[in-house]
DNA sequence: GCATCCTGTGAAAATGTGGTGACCGGGGGC
DNA sequence: GCCCCCGGTCACCACATTTTCACAGGATGC
């Protein structure tokens, strides 16, 4: 969830990687209908250019990249790993399919295809990014901060916190998970929207500036808690005080009641 | 039962729906050969029934189900989101394709095709639906203790037992195995990932720090028990105490004297 | 009982991890 | 163009955690 951009309707973004004139005319003019944004290379793209589309979607023809196909498929989806990333290439034998899908694309469709297919594809792929997606309008609040999505901004009272973007989309993850332990490499992946490289040292950077400015606007609480080796935790705890148990979370009986796992046989 | 050692995770699980016996034969001994855990059908399942055999992934051949498919398809969608639904069914056209993802199914092959390719497809599907899933895990509780994947932490009524990464991870693997002695070549290989050099003490080190923590946090049950020259068995136990058969759920304060069903030892 | 192997234990050594301040470059506003 | 804000990187430090070691206490087999 929390595509970094603030964009009210999300509409699809999409990224196209071909070079069929017809198909892509086609192609196009479904887009444009649908009303999903997209742009068209002839090449490859490098993946910081995507990153900075914010595209949620890659349709790719293979064939135009020639031999370094592969390779760029793989770099694409091991940097992107949320990225939904649709294959629509020639004539291809089972393993190089195979092979596509294994690198990361998570359809390949042979071409002719006809376009109605292809888009359905492509909601496919990106339906369950979009499910989790579903970012609550409504303020969050905990703690003496609110968070008004709205606004991309954090308040104490009335008083605006002034937090940066990046901050911002930080502290909406953290709280939006409220209790749970997110793990760096996850909390990387959803406010930065790629894959985190190693030694990056990004969120403690800006969990720090989270940390000094809540502690500046709201000096008796602590929001952020830091598990050693795994992440961070947003749970607001009085200073120097218990755990508020404002948000109960009695274990087992709210949680799924799922079947105990483990247990069970006998 | 139950894998070895598939240091990774959990191996896929999965439902078929198919009669062809050919096609049946070929995919059942790809996924044998994979370890992933998988049941054949010839019609609709219950979606109850697929709730409780707790799959991953489906591959249903609409033509089984006949003209109840579509239907089918709905239903199970909508009511497991999170599902990996993959249908592979004969001849199609392109309207029934997209109607079949538009429904919620994640992809679409034709038959005749070959398994490697459903197989990659399934990976495919599947991994999206990792990385989108938000574990509602259900917390596991044992004896007094609760063992919550979602805070990296257990408990005892509300207080953390203050483990470590490591502390966490050993523990959540012995309960997960419960009244199993686990030998310490595959605790180690499971925990830490890769193969246990000869001599090396860790495995009993962290149980001692564990049941250093669970003693002082628990001082009235015993939990991890040592079998000689085997490896270790986690299991709820009052001290001076019998076995408990019966988990004990929350309160836990009182100690049921439960008959005593001493569990033979290896 | 004795030799030997296995496990429990405490503590030192080694390693990993997070907090922090400083610094740098780009971009946007002016 | 100039300046400031912001995001991002680095180096350093403190300390939490993990690993290693040496030794002691039991268990096992003979």
């Known amino acids: 969830m929390h595509d970094p951009i603030p964009s009210g309707a999300d509409p699809l973004r999409i990224a196209v990687i071909d070079t069929d004139s017809g198909f892509l005319q086609v192609l196009g003019n479904r887009l444009e209908r649908l009303g999903w944004e997209h742009r068209?290379?002839?090449g490859a793209i490098p993946v910081d250019t995507l990153v900075?589309?914010?595209?949620?979607?890659?349709?790719?023809?293979?064939?135009?990249?020639?031999?370094?196909?592969?390779?760029?498929?793989d770099k694409v989806c091991s940097a992107m790993p949320g990225l939904g990333v649709v294959v629509c290439t020639g004539q291809s034998t089972v393993a190089q399919r195979v092979r596509g899908l294994r690198?990361?694309?998570?359809?390949?469709?042979?071409?002719?295809?006809?376009?109605?297919?292809?888009?359905?594809?492509?909601?496919?792929v990106s339906r369950r990014r979009k499910r989790t997606e579903a970012r609550p309008e409504a303020p969050i609040a905990v703690g003496e901060i609110e968070i008004r999505a709205d606004r991309f901004?954090?308040?104490?009272?009335?008083?605006?916190?002034?937090?940066?973007?990046?901050?911002?989309?930080?502290?909406?993850?953290?709280a939006g998970a409220e209790g749970r332990v997110l793990?760096?490499?996850e909390?990387?992946?959803?406010?930065?929207?790629?894959?985190?490289?190693?030694?990056?040292?990004?969120?403690?950077?800006?969990?720090?500036?989270?940390?000094?400015?809540?502690?500046?606007?709201?000096?008796?609480?602590?929001?952020?808690?830091t598990?050693?080796?795994?992440?961070?935790?947003?749970?607001?705890?009085?200073?120097?005080?218990?755990?508020?148990?404002?948000?109960?979370?009695?274990?087992?009986?709210?949680?799924?009641?799922?079947p105990a796992r483990s247990r069970a046989l006998a």
Chains 1, 2 share one sequence.
């Open 40 to 42: 068209v290379h002839a």
């Open 52 to 73: 900075a589309m914010r595209v949620g979607a890659l349709v790719v023809d293979l064939a135009t990249l020639g031999p370094a196909a592969w390779e760029y498929l």
């Open 103 to 124: 690198a990361g694309a998570d359809d390949w469709l042979s071409k002719p295809c006809h376009p109605e297919e292809l888009i359905a594809r492509i909601e496919a």
């Open 153 to 174: 901004q954090a308040f104490v009272g009335d008083r605006s916190v002034d937090l940066t973007r990046r901050e911002f989309e930080l502290i909406e993850l953290l």
């Open 183 to 185: 793990e760096r490499e």
């Open 187 to 225: 909390i990387y992946q959803r406010v930065w929207g790629y894959a985190m490289a190693r030694g990056d040292r990004s969120v403690d950077v800006f969990v720090r500036k989270l940390r000094q400015k809540l502690e500046k606007a709201s000096p008796d609480w602590r929001y952020i808690h």
């Open 227 to 258: 598990h050693f080796g795994v992440g961070y935790r947003f749970a607001p705890e009085p200073v120097g005080g218990a755990p508020v148990t404002a948000v109960p979370e009695m274990p087992a009986a709210e949680v799924a009641p799922a």
